[in-house]
């Protein structure tokens, strides 16, 4: 029996659409979609949370953390959108499951990396 060699390996385990370009292409485009979903998320609430804690007297500080929400929300989505493009899904994947268990766990806050 021989080795086989990394053209025979690709074929193998991951068929035509896990390899190549297109492979590639894919798995990028999920892991932007991923990343915006991510980024949307801790955006918004970082955001929320640091306009809240402006204070004020009528409401001001209501305002202010619907506001930073909002732009947080819209730039968090294009970091994270950046992030998986860069990163690719193994990564995403990895921060999504982090945020995730973060957000689940009451002892921490939402954006503790």
Sequence with gaps: M????????AHVSGGTINSGALGDLFGRVGAAGLGWIVGVGVGSLKGGV????TGG???VGAIAAAVTAIWGGVMGGLQGATYGLVNGWDKTVDLYSRMTDLWADPRTGPVKV
Excluded at 50 to 53: D, E, H, L, Q, R
């Design 57 to 59: 007297i009528f409401g």
């Design 2 to 9: 021989r080795e086989l060699s990394t053209m025979e390996i």
């Design 50 to 53: 640091a306009g809240g804690s």
